[in-house]
């Protein structure tokens, strides 16, 4: 079980190919790691044995079946086991959004993203737990409790999709599907040392997506190398006609592995921004960062510093925008339409009692925020003025990107806090967001990765910022970096979490 869990995604695929595994086998192996670690890690909110084991055996007659006739196409991802992220719809899987107002609300349909992977040949393990309608920084406000870090049980995985995070760098899946709305995909990735790909806004749909800031929300996905993430990209991205805000732009054909590592990057400007080394980061994250930055460098890149000034106010930016879109999206939680009841003898009481006792604390902040920044006298002050600003930070990011290719960033001012560590103080869990937010205010892509550890054992992660749908720079990028180093290859110890 061990080496089928530890196996890359190219080298689960090329062994399936060859008939030396199984599906079911490489299913099975994932769903008895899980029976082991998941109930110190609760990674996992839902998980499917059965429905998993019937998708392979099905995987299974599709590899035997082209085996024995090559000349028929094989779906590219036929066979290999995937975990999604609870705010993801997926059909006749509950989908709860880790809130207990959707304890029992299971989806007739699969979103966009997962259909597609379907039609791929993917595996479905089941659902990964993900901060309350994904809105968080540590996993910790999900309704039905914490995830935790596998490289330190008492450490936050990041979030809000830490159970997906946390899945892959535990083994329990070789890969998985997240959503960033504020950075939920880049910093559990750095958290949990795995690679983490936030595509740009509207290159894979959101229909199916439960959603909380409609003009933020990326469907995402964690695999352990930038290698690994390039084909469930290249199956999710594209336009779709459920989703009016998918842009048609061509998707490029490149492949990873022809790249030499020797001069990979020549030619690669790089910018560095000094707004992202701020006073208070952690010294081993700026150190570990650095330190990456001159890799790449080594490789041919050209490191140049850039300005993105309007850095500092991508928190309060996001923080009021966001909200306001929240309020909007989670006023069908009432009661009626999804999830349970609370019982009145009026409409209005059967609303409040049911929003009132069945959404988490940081959720009715949000919405109590979002609804005051657009109410009546206040609305011009606050949204409309975010709304202003947000328009200057993405024109930060057109400024930089006529001079560099790439930027390159810390995801987060720290390594992975403690569990509780935040728990009183929300704006100090808002600031976990600081290096992650602007690229989402601004819709560009990003890609996080593993640059070292710290101290205590923790990983470091970087990340790659690109323009609009260039994604393709930041995976060669990535991958470039990972040719030369190890960091993605490494493993937390979890023989005692069992």
Known sequence: MTEIVNLSLGELLANLHAGDLSSREITQAYLDQIDRLNPALHAFLTLTPEAALSQADEADQRINTWRSDPGEDLPPLTGVPLAVKDVLCVKDIRCTCGSRILENFVPPFDATAVARLREAGVVILGKTNTDEFAMGSSTENSAYGPTHNPWNLDHVPGGS???????????????????????????????????????????????????????????????????????????????????????????PDFNLTLIDPGDSLTGL??????????EGIQGEVEEGVRRAIEELETLGAQIKPVSLPY????????????????????????????????????????????????????????????????????????????????????????????????????????????????????????????????????????????????????????????????????????????????????????????
């Open 161 to 251: 999709s830490g159970g997906s995070a946390a899945a892959v760098a535990a083994s329990l899946a070789p890969v998985a599907l997240g959503t960033d709305t504020g950075g939920s995909v880049r910093q559990p990735a750095s958290f949990c040392g795995v690679t983490g790909i936030k595509p740009t806004y509207g290159r894979i749909s959101r229909y199916g997506l439960v959603a909380y800031g409609s003009s933020f929300d990326v469907v995402g996905a964690f695999g352990r190398s930038a290698a690994e993430l390039v084909p469930l990209f290249k199956i999710m991205a594209g336009p779709d006609p459920q989703d009016a805000t998918t842009g048609d732009v061509p998707l």
């Open 269 to 278: 400007r790089i910018g560095v921004p000094d707004e992202y080394f701020i």
């Open 311 to 498: 850095t500092e106010q991508a928190l309060p930016v996001y923080y009021l925008i966001a909200p306001a879109e929240a309020s909007a999206n989670l006023a069908r939680f009432d009661g009626i339409r999804y999830g349970p009841r609370v019982p009145a003898d009026e409409m209005w009481d059967i609303f409040r009692h049911t929003r009132g006792d069945k959404f988490g604390s940081e959720v009715k902040r949000r919405i109590m925020l979002g609804t005051y920044a657009l109410s009546a006298g206040y609305y011009d002050a606050y949204y409309g003025q975010a709304q202003k600003v947000r328009t200057l930070i993405k024109r930060d990011f057109e400024r930089a990107f006529e001079g560099v290719d790439l930027i390159a960033a810390p995801v987060a001012p720290s390594t992975a806090f403690r569990i509780g560590e935040h728990g009183d103080d929300p704006l100090s869990m808002y600031l976990e967001d600081i290096f992650t937010l602007p690229a989402n205010l601004a819709g560009v892509p990003g890609i996080a990765f593993p640059v070292g550890f710290d101290q205590k054992g923790l990983p470091i992660g970087m990340q790659l910022m690109g323009p609009h749908f260039q994604e393709e720079q930041l995976f060669l990028a990535a991958h470039a970096y990972q040719l030369i180093t190890d960091w993605h290859t490494r493993r937390p110890d979890l023989n005692g979490a069992s």
